[in-house]
């Protein structure tokens, strides 16, 4: 729970206030019983009805009073829940981006989503609930225990007889549901990890009429889940019915013990029923502190799982330039003996793209294998390969959501380990694999949020070939798109990724696979537009199709991390079969 603790230390004395609120209605609530007393044994013996009505008309009012004060701290509390939730999950949203590649691999992004959602809910639930019920539960306990010693020994022995009892056995209960509720979150981010899976992958389940399939698959991880959720459950309800029958039995003792001191005039009528208001107000304070415990149980739980987002070191934090490697080689962008693996290092984390996701022990191959090249300034590369031959690895180790575990990776005669995370990627425009349209107008995902005139988004999209049907539409530029750009075609989604990646006019222009779903005209024309019109840009595209990078300076070929070959077109076609090959079977023609 420490991780929480300075988010509510900002609000130390609105907390502070509202405790005190309700610590005022808690004891409110503990005189009315007594009230009762007085005018049952005291005021009704006298006959005088003015009296009884003006005591009758004090109990009503104390009730009222009691009431407003109770509403007025519950509503208090949800301020400081509220607020102190909002920061938290704005700093959880914050770490998550702000997460190395490495980083969010292990992590993992459905369990990313549950600690932003389910882990942030049981934590703002906790923090209310302390607040009210935290205070209340406690002294109702001790205030009706200390009251009812004052009214009557005897009986109040039954109480201090029991009352331990129960407060031992519901925090001995409570500290073993603690491990219990790590389990369930675990549960939880494997049901999440699935939902995802199909709620993304909805077509090709339908497609390949799959959905009895994936229904088994969800019923495992949720009956998984849920056999977590229920042990846990269990443990954790262990002390109602407990509580319930001592009270059950504290009741009767009560009832069966007072009429006896009654008879034996020890004790006065009013006495007994202030007395068994008080008992179940002393155990109503039981069944809060369960409660409490229950809740504490989960929101420490979540509280541990966010702060490893919040309180995760740096990734790859900048190095002083004069600690960093140079190079002397000419070239703006260069690849200087780089290997990686993306399970080489415990600080990278597990898994990469699926261009790399056959490497994953160090036992194995390499996802990149003494790669060495460089692209003067203005340059163009073409990268060609397999898949899992490294390609996209290239651009993350480039824009460095990973560091090499040998060689370095160098950008204008710079490390890019020298440079702040910000000043690096200013300078690129890219467009991933899969990468995403997001619910905006068609403006704001070419702008994106980087102030971009109006002129830039235009050309933008005119160079990427998009010009030609966003403004077909009848709103244009402010059409809206859809969850995941399911309202435009996988070309046009496309079209719309280029255009962001040009808008800010990028020193260096990756474009990885970006034009899978363009047809050969538009691509030919996109690949013209950014000749002429973005000539200034380092360009690297990676591409199953030769045609797409034919024209470029040069070419580098993969095959399962390793340069096979590197040269212009002309030159692979003759050193290198694997192209030759590539290029053969694309283009239909024998070199």
Request: glycine share 8%; net charge neutral.
């Amino acid at each position: 729970m420490k991780a929480i603790l300075p988010y509510l230390k900002k609000r130390r004395w609105l907390i502070a206030a509202v405790m005190l609120v309700k610590l005022i209605g808690t004891l409110g609530e503990l005189l009315i019983p007594s009230v009762l007393e007085y005018l049952i044994d005291t005021v009704a013996p006298t006959r005088q009805r003015g009296l009884v009505f003006l005591w009758g008309g004090a109990m009503i009012a104390l009730a009222v009073f009691v009431r407003a004060v109770n509403v007025t701290a519950n509503r208090m509390s949800v301020r400081v829940a509220r607020e102190s939730t909002f920061e938290i999950r704005r700093d959880l949203f914050h770490a998550s981006l702000n997460l190395s590649g490495g980083q969010m691999d292990a992590f993992g992004l459905p369990s990313i989503t549950s600690r932003m959602t389910s882990d942030s809910y049981n934590v703002q639930s906790f923090i209310q609930a302390s607040q009210t019920i935290g205070i209340r539960a406690p002294f109702m306990l001790m205030g009706g225990i200390l009251i009812t010693l004052l009214m009557d020994r005897g009986l109040a022995a039954i109480l201090c007889v029991m009352a331990p009892v129960l407060i031992a056995l519901v925090i001995g209960i409570s500290m073993r549901g603690i491990p219990l509720y790590d389990k369930v979150q675990q549960g939880l981010d494997d049901m999440v990890r699935v939902m995802r899976e199909n709620i993304t992958g909805i077509r090709v389940v339908k497609a390949l009429s799959k959905e009895d399939y994936e229904m088994r698959r969800f019923r495992a991880v949720n009956e998984t889940a849920a056999a977590r959720d229920i042990r846990a459950g269990i443990v954790m309800a262990l002390p109602g019915p407990i509580v319930t029958l001592f009270l059950n039995v504290g009741l009767t003792l009560v009832v069966v013990f007072g009429a006896r001191r009654v008879n034996a005039g020890v004790t006065q009528p009013g006495v007994i029923l202030a007395f068994l208001t008080y008992f179940n107000m002393i155990m109503m304070g039981v069944m809060g502190l369960n409660r409490i415990f229950m809740m504490m149980s989960k929101a420490n739980a979540s509280a541990k799982r966010i702060a490893a987002v919040i309180d995760a070191p740096e990734a790859l934090p900048p190095i002083p330039e004069v600690e960093a490697a140079h190079t002397d080689r000419e070239g703006f962008l260069v690849f200087d003996h780089v290997s990686f693996n993306y399970d080489g290092d415990a600080g990278q984390g597990g898994q990469g793209s699926d261009d790399t996701t056959r490497f994953a022990g160090s036992s194995r191959q390499k996802a990149l294998n003494d790669i060495d090249f460089a692209v003067k300034k203005g340059g163009s590369l073409g990268i060609i390969g397999a898949t899992g031959s490294g390609k996209t690895t290239i651009v993350n180790l480039l824009m460095r959501f990973y560091d090499p575990q040998q060689g370095h990776v160098f950008v204008d005669g710079r490390d890019v380990r020298t440079y702040e995370k910000d000043e690096l990627h200013r300078k690129f425009g890219v467009v991933f694999q899969n990468d995403v349209v997001f619910v905006d107008s068609v403006r704001g995902n070419i702008d994106f949020g980087r102030n971009v005139s109006e002129d830039a988004v235009c050309r933008a999209a005119g160079d990427a070939m998009a010009a030609e049907f966003v403004e077909a539409y009848e709103d244009g530029y402010d059409h809206r798109a859809a969850i995941q750009g399911a309202n435009f075609s996988g070309g046009q989604r496309q079209r719309l990724l280029i255009a962001r990646a040009l808008a800010a006019d990028p020193e260096i222009l990756i474009l990885d696979d970006a034009s899978s779903a363009l047809d050969y005209r538009t691509d030919a024309a996109l690949r013209r537009a950014i000749r002429e019109h973005h000539s200034r840009a380092t360009t690297l595209v990676i591409a199953q199709r030769v045609s797409s990078i034919m024209a470029l300076d040069s070419i580098l070929v993969l095959d399962e991390g390793r340069m096979i070959g590197c040269g212009t077109h002309e030159q692979l076609l003759e050193t290198c079969p694997v192209y030759r090959d590539i290029y053969q079977s694309q283009m239909g023609e024998v070199a």
